[in-house]
Nanobody
Framework: VQLQASGGGSVQTGGSLRLSCAAS????????MGWFRQAPGKEREFVGA????????IYADSVKGRFTISRDKTKNTVYLQMNGLQPEDTALYYC???????????????????WGQGTQVTVSS
């Protein structure tokens, strides 16, 4: 399985970006697609995830209400819509796929089997 993340860029505070994650080689009908981010000098942190079977989204408190995960089944692509971006959202964003993550583990990077390359998001004040 290969994941290809794209859509990063530079925006000003309050702006929006939509990241895409295209999956090939697998559909993860019953798995989890997640997004993580890593800022310079910091550990990778969970942003959000979607359970493919139910469409339920789980989000970190820091992005809840601003970020939304959606998907296009026909393109086997997951999106991360980011609104109200703040400088603290600046990071390298990764998409990831898990066959077996459950609600208690969805926020842990160790639960994910496949990772895409990062796409940089920079928010300036």
């Amino acid at each position: 399985v290969q994941l290809q993340a794209s859509g990063g860029g530079s925006v000003q505070t309050g702006g929006s970006l939509r990241l895409s994650c295209a999956a090939s080689g697998g559909t993860f009908r019953n798995g989890v697609m997640g997004w993580f981010r890593q800022a310079p000098g910091k550990e990778r942190e969970f942003v959000g995830a979607e359970f493919r079977s139910t469409g339920r989204g789980i989000y970190a408190d820091s992005v809840k209400g601003r970020f939304t995960i959606s998907r296009d089944k026909t393109k086997n692509t997951v999106y991360l819509q980011m609104n109200g971006l703040q400088p603290e959202d600046t990071a390298l964003y990764y998409c990831a796929a898990s066959y077996g993550a459950i609600l208690s583990s969805v926020g842990s990077a160790e639960a994910y089997n496949y990772w895409g390359q990062g796409t940089q998001v920079t928010v300036s004040s």
